[in-house]
């Protein structure tokens, strides 16, 4: 019987023979799919896809959704979808998004609006899970409405409560521009796209160069937090109850916000009263016409025709949508458990070229590749799954829905998950974002990429120009793209690739156009070829070699290294003793190096012990699982990780051991919370202790 048994598993996990199945190879699909990337096809695969703006519901959307099946069928691929019943916001009604400008007898001075084009589908400009209806105030300029420009206006004296700010968009996630607006007492917000950010000197204005040209609207997502809000920690699916809107109302923005042009809002700050803006970190553009900004509260009677108040009007319906999440499946001959998932999104604000259909290129770059071996039988050892999400934008919610609906399974057999929102905005700045324990292989996957720069060899000597690094690394992942519910609610290991510059002026306008793209972004589509190639290398390996190229020893130096260079001891002094996690965190580094030798020794030998191959590969599959405490963080019970987290202060950005740090914040400005940051560095141990007992061999405690 055990011969029986062997026999049985060596059939499951195709041990007997290394044979693919076809006349094909590994090493010769992977050099074949990456060789074959193509800028004429990347760039024909963009114009046709981006020719009307894709919201959830348009028909434009619907009709892409159909294409994406399409595609993966026509490539040989299993076409799966996922359908969920989300909540989604859009603007309705004569004023979606007005902003008015009144005298002291209330009358109406001057109009703003931010309304749409009919006819190239394109909705009225606004924010997504806005309060609606109308509020009026004094307005007060807010800079960029992060936390430290709050406090700013406060020690200038300036009162905040029932006014109306005005902030300019950047430096942070404009959801919590919001939420420290509402947090200071504001009760409405407008946020508007300043030259000096998205037409910096020296830049030409689109059509003439990439900058943003003045009449342009950032449209975005204000809500905080993952996925549908009525649904909150269990996914949307046919047969479940959403919450009652006097429920799920207290997670959203309590305020009005809405969006509008640097045209729109040049005239209103340069009529503000108050103190003239002399700070360089608050001074803008300006124009010939308007050259100065004023704090405010209110406005200047030197503004003439009695401006008195500044009147916002939000009218956003909330709806309950079907959409879909697109699957294509190539399931894997020896594993077919273990998942390898790369995603994009196909929802945009408006046509989205770069965002996110430059990823979408991606996507179908990799699989075009891969088609023709597909067709002639050859698998790989794992599973690849190509994701096409729906309603990213207004929340991540086509990912999330999947990840709450599916969440057991995930976690017992997803390996990695691959992002790819935007492949590129710029061919010259690679900032990707990646768990740790992915350095190795993205070093590997990055060295064999094409440059999108001539003057480069590869994409890492160019990466290495840029950063004026040695070993540049991936940055910490946050939040903003589809990876976030598989990292912090599951604890699956993630990468996400892009080109990201700074010089992204287009984001989420209606310029971010093919044009835009092939003019000024990305020229040739240099750029989206290489991001594709790192993609392509990094998914195949993790799907092919029989050793999964996720490792420990750099995951674990990481968390050590940044945990000492953070004086952690010193920020808590006499009310907490963090020795105990500083001795977790050497132990967890040596079972680390430990792991990493045995397992790459077992895997040399090319043993026949099947059964501890697949063990010691599952190891590397818990190891970010055991950072994963359910009922998350406090105050943020979505966010489960506890070594990496969205930061309170930006959710764009990443932050380490969030639930020590935000509470040490916390007490330094409210004692009483003490205890807490003690519990969060109890918490933070157990969480080490469990990652080194993962990667121990032995049997039991």
């Not at 803006?277 to 803008?284: F, K, L, N, P, T």
């Not at 059964?611 to 489960?640: H, S």
Request: proline fraction near 5%; charge should be neutral.
């Amino acid at each position: 019987m055990r011969i029986f048994a062997v026999l049985a598993i060596c059939l499951v996990y195709g041990c007997v023979s290394r044979k693919t199945g076809s006349r094909f190879g590994d090493t010769q699909v992977k050099r074949d799919v990456k060789d074959g990337i193509d800028t004429d096809r990347i760039g024909d695969f963009i114009r046709k896809m981006t020719k009307w703006s894709r919201n959830t519901q348009s028909d434009w959307m619907l009709e892409k959704t159909k294409k994406t099946k399409q595609i993966f069928r026509d490539l040989g691929l299993k076409v799966v979808t996922k359908k969920y019943y989300i909540l989604q916001c859009f603007p309705v009604g004569p004023d979606p998004s007005v902003a008015e400008v009144l005298d002291v007898r209330g009358r109406v001075m001057e109009t703003y609006r931010e309304d749409g084009d009919e006819d190239q589908k394109i909705l009225p400009a606004f924010n997504a899970w806005s309060k609606s209806g109308t509020v009026q105030g004094e307005p007060v300029y807010v800079n960029f409405a992060r936390k430290e420009d709050f406090e700013t206006l406060i020690e200038r004296g300036i009162d905040l409560k029932g006014k109306v700010g005005i902030s300019r968009y950047g430096k942070i996630y404009r959801g919590d521009k919001a939420k420290f607006a509402e947090r200071y007492g504001l009760i409405g917000l407008m946020i508007y796209m300043d030259a000096q950010q998205y037409a910096p000197e020296g830049t030409e204005m689109y059509p003439d160069g990439l900058g943003l040209p003045t009449s342009g609207v950032q449209r975005g997502t204000i809500k905080t937090g993952f996925g549908d809000p009525s649904t909150d920690l269990f996914s949307s699916t046919d047969y479940a109850y959403p919450d009652e809107p006097e429920v799920y109302e207290k997670k959203l923005p309590g305020i009005v916000v809405m969006p509008t042009s640097f045209q729109n809002a040049l005239p209103l700050l340069a009529a503000l009263d108050g103190a003239r803006v002399e700070d360089e970190d608050w001074m803008g553009a300006g124009n010939a016409t308007h050259p100065r900004y004023y704090y405010g509260p209110g406005f200047s009677k030197s503004a003439g025709r009695g401006y008195k108040h500044l009147r916002l009007t939000v009218n956003l319906e909330y709806k309950r949508v079907e959409v879909e999440n697109v699957f294509g499946v190539l399931e894997g001959r020896q594993e077919p458990d273990r998942w390898i998932m790369i995603g994009n999104h196909r929802d945009t604000w408006v046509n989205g070229a770069i965002d996110a259909t430059t990823g979408f290129a991606v996507l179908n770059e990799i699989a075009q590749g891969l088609s023709p071996y597909v067709k002639s039988g050859w698998r790989p050892r794992r599973t690849i799954v190509f994701a096409s999400w729906a309603a990213e934008e207004q929340g991540l919610i086509g990912s999330t829905e999947f990840v709450e609906d599916y969440l057991n399974l995930i976690s017992s057999n997803m390996v990695a998950y691959i992002n790819v929102d935007v492949a590129a905005d710029n061919n010259r700045v690679f900032k990707p974002k990646a768990t740790p324990n992915f350095r190795d292989l993205l070093k590997k996957s990055v060295k064999m990429a094409s440059a999108p720069l001539s003057e480069f060899s590869n994409l890492y000597q160019q990466w290495q120009h840029v950063t004026e690094k040695e070993t540049p690394q991936a940055a910490v992942l946050g939040s903003g793209s589809d990876y976030t519910a598989f990292l912090q609610s599951v604890g699956v290991s993630c990468l996400d690739i892009t080109f990201a510059g700074g010089s992204y002026y287009s984001y989420h306008t209606e310029y971010d156009t093919f044009d835009y793209l092939r003019r000024y972004a990305d020229p040739g589509f240099k750029a989206i070829k290489s991001a594709a190639e790192v993609a392509a290398v990094a998914l195949l390996d993790l799907a092919c070699e029989n050793q999964v190229q996720l490792f420990a020893t750099p995951y674990a130096e990481y968390v050590r290294e940044t945990l000492n260079s953070s004086s952690l001891q010193e920020k808590v002094g006499i009310n907490a003793d963090t020795s105990s996690l500083f001795e977790a965190l050497n132990a967890f580094n040596d079972q680390a190096v430990l792991y990493d030798e045995k397992r790459a020794k077992l895997f040399n030998k090319q043993t026949d012990n099947l059964l501890k191959m697949r063990r010691m590969n599952d190891q590397m599959l818990q190891l970010e699982k055991c950072f994963i405490y359910a009922p998350g963080i406090p105050g943020r019970p979505a966010n489960r990780h506890l070594l990496f987290a969205p930061s309170v202060l930006d959710s764009y950005s990443g932050s380490v051991f969030p639930g020590i740090f935000d509470t040490i914040t916390m007490a330094e400005e409210d004692p009483s919370y003490w205890p807490e940051v003690r519990k969060q560095i109890t918490l933070a141990t157990w969480a080490t202790h469990q990652a080194t007992r993962a990667l121990s061999s032995d049997a039991f405690p």
